[in-house]
């Protein structure tokens, strides 16, 4: 491979909803260029950018894969991003580090949900964009109609500077509006011959390509004033005012073509060579000082101070943690240690590569912009600055959001509750949007994440790479009990064998606390009814009573509890006796306080376009939830709720299914409230018959 300099390299994001041939495109890219001997198919699993098993069976992308081509004197990194919701969080991270998009979006359907979601993840880093429409050879393939929707769902102007030659199965090549002239893709290869543009184009050809001209030359003052002077751009303003535009996110462009054929894929590449900006052209990037928080800039060049983002962590059984990162400045030999500003700790680097799909390509040296990863860090996860120790920087680092979907997970073999630890804390350090716990309450062991598909494959890993298998169960909720009423009531544990037996006695009042108060025990007991030390023996029984309910087996909560008389016997009283007194005289008295089960309430935030709105409130309804307000952003509304978590459970795939995969939410745990009485009364139900089968 050829040495590149900063300013010849290319970092570009394939991101677009799922389905639009992104995966197929970046195997277009590497067969087109010569990088890949053969065209690789998504569909029969010869693709080398889908390479885990995972992806092979679902025929999707479920994480960002990386390669390089080299085209017309530039090294092109690129990155295939996931399509899916369930994986939006790989493709942010990996929009954080690269400098530009190519945003796929697939010529029959237009602008979808995920499109709109990576267009604003882009927006937020300020990334230079290009639109390729694909799949113009597919029946219904309406290049005009996918400009309309992005105008109508994105609201943005874009500037198409090549239009389809051809449509449908009659697609055979692409208009270059720059040159004026049509390119036939007739070459497995992906070669085409250039024609004049045929004469029934012409005439949309010099329409699009007037609007194109206009667009150009309102980015930039100095061409604007050549237009109006001329009413013309030479060929030479256009490029140079065009590549102007495209670094600075002034513009647009627009082109077209199908991955599978090849075609119009070549012009494609032409325009990330020639209009992406390079890591050069982004400029200096900011960071802070980890001593002094003060903010601090790194320019990207090979003489800087050397810095970099860890972007990704892929757990391997084999070979160990990979690390994945993007360099900002300077330059990173093989065998150096390295500073790690997040974790103030120094990390050994030993051989780099660079990534090309599944396999890896030796590397000597990585320089600043470039794209390289490092095998078998102990320490060095996402998210984290790497950077020199004398120069020392610290770069943002983006937060996973929170999990929506949640799954009790249980060994498939006993006494595997320790390998399945061990496995998911390795998934947890490649994917962070992963979260594992233990609940105390339902003693289960919890595994969240973005959805029921994110699960589904974190499981199919766990068994393949680590050899576990588990059962997913849809997780206990975690209900409390407590009272509403109060009452005053006799504890009395007496036991005779012969013997020493045995004999406690106690009176105590029980009443509510406000919700949230927990748990009050006060010794009202005047003079020496009850010893002193057995008092503390009353409350401990009340204790243990109440972790494990007295109704429904949930925990009790909000109760205050005053010891205010008893008995007690000079032999056979002891610390166990008042112990079970006061287990037995709370069980008894709980019954008397109008008991009820409290059920955990969560703040709820569903983002859908507004043509699902009525059906997400009216089901949100259905679900006991009540709407606490709306905000909108631009076609999409956000409902603010609360609803209770026993009703969400499996609301991830429901509001997919009721929104045709356009609506996502997050939820955050709230307060807790009673349970209505008829579900309280269900729930009761099932534990008494639970109680009856476990005797």
């Known amino acids: 491979m050829a040495k590149y300099e900063s300013k010849a390299l290319r970092n570009v994001a394939i991101v677009g909803h799922g389905g639009t041939g992104k995966t197929s495109l970046c195997e277009s890219f590497l067969f087109v260029s010569g990088k890949a001997d053969r065209l690789g198919r998504v569909d029969d699993g010869s693709s080398c950018m889908d390479f885990e098993p995972e992806e092979q069976k679902r025929h999707v992308s479920i994480s960002s894969a990386n390669n390089f081509y080299e085209w017309n004197k530039c090294k092109v990194n690129i990155i295939d991003t996931p399509g899916d919701s369930n994986f939006a969080f790989d493709t942010q991270s990996c929009l954080r580090i690269v400098d530009g998009a190519v945003v796929v979006i697939d010529a029959v359907g237009g602008v979808e949900f995920q499109t709109q979601k990576v267009w604003e993840y882009a927006d937020a880093y300020k990334l230079p964009r290009i639109v390729f429409i694909n799949r113009m050879d597919r029946e219904r393939a309406d290049f005009h109609k996918v400009l309309d929707s992005i105008t109508e769902k994105i609201k943005v102007k874009v500037t198409p500077i090549c239009l389809p030659l051809g449509k449908e199965e009659s697609f055979k090549g692409v208009i270059d509006l720059l040159a004026m002239k049509a390119y036939v893709f007739d070459e497995p290869k992906g070669a085409y011959k250039t024609i004049d543009i045929p004469a029934e184009w012409v005439g949309d050809a010099e329409t699009f390509r007037e609007t194109m001209v206009e667009d150009i030359a309102e980015s930039d003052e100095t061409l604007m004033e050549k237009y109006l002077d001329a009413g013309e751009l030479s060929l030479d303003d256009l490029i140079s005012g065009l590549r102007k535009a495209v670094t600075t996110g002034a513009l647009i462009p627009v082109t077209c073509g199908a991955a599978t054929t090849n075609t119009g894929v070549s012009t494609l590449m032409d325009l990330i060579s020639a209009y992406m900006p390079s890591p050069v052209d982004r400029g200096p990037i900011q960071g802070v000082s980890p001593a002094s928080g003060t903010v601090e800039e790194r320019e990207p060049a090979e003489s800087a101070p050397f810095s970099a983002m860890v972007f990704k962590t892929i757990a391997d059984p084999y070979a160990g943690r990979l690390t994945l990162f993007r360099v900002y400045s300077g330059t990173l030999s093989s065998d150096t240690s390295i500073y790690n500003a997040s974790r103030k700790i120094t990390e050994r680097f030993g051989h780099i590569f660079f990534l090309e799909g599944k396999s890896q390509k030796a590397t000597d040296q990585v320089i600043s912009g470039d794209i390289a990863a490092v095998a078998k860090l102990k320490e060095t996860t996402t998210g984290d600055t790497i950077c020199l120790d004398k120069a020392p920087i610290l770069y943002e680092k983006l937060v996973a959001p929170p999990p929506i979907m949640t799954f009790a997970i249980e060994p498939k073999s006993r006494g595997d509750e320790e390998k399945i630890t061990t496995a998911l804390h390795r998934l947890l350090e490649e994917d962070p949007t992963l979260h594992f716990s233990r609940n105390e309450q339902t003693k289960e062991m919890i595994l969240s994440g973005m959805g029921q598909i994110h699960i589904e494959v974190a499981v199919e890993k766990m068994k393949r790479k680590f050899g576990v298998e588990v059962n997913l169960n ?91 008389d008893g008995s007690y016997h000079t032999v056979d009283s002891s610390e166990m006796a008042f112990k079970v007194a006061g287990s037995l005289g709370f069980k008894k008295g709980v019954l008397l306080c109008q008991p009820t089960l409290l059920e955990p309430i969560v703040n709820i935030f569903i983002e859908v376009p507004d043509e699902y709105m009525g059906d997400v409130i009216g089901d949100l309804n259905s679900r006991r939830g009540k709407v606490l307000g709306m905000d909108t952003k631009g076609t999409i509304q956000i409902i603010k709720g609360q609803v209770p978590l026993a009703e969400i459970l499996k609301y991830a795939p429901d509001l997919r299914s009721m929104t045709s995969g356009r609506g996502t939410f997050t939820y955050e745990d709230s307060h807790y409230e009673e349970v209505p009485p008829y579900i309280a009364e269900k729930i009761i139900v099932e534990h008494k018959k639970k109680e009856e089968a476990d005797k």
């Not at 013997?499 to 005047?526: S, Y």
């Not at 243990?544 to 005053?562: L, Q």
Request: charged share 25%; hydrophobic share 35%.
């Open 474 to 564: 849809i997780p206990k909720v975690p209900y409390k009990e407590t009272i509403k009423g109060k009452t005053n009531i006799q504890g009395k544990y007496k036991k005779q064998s012969g013997g020493r037996g045995q004999f406690g006695d106690c009176w105590i009042d029980i009443e509510p606390l406000p919700r949230g108060g927990g748990f009050e025990f006060h010794d009202k007991i005047v003079g020496g009814v009850i010893p002193q030390q057995y008092r503390p023996a009353v409350e401990k029984g009340i204790i243990e009573a109440m972790e494990g309910g007295v109704i429904a087996g949930y925990p009790f909560v909000d109760v205050k509890i005053s010891l205010v």
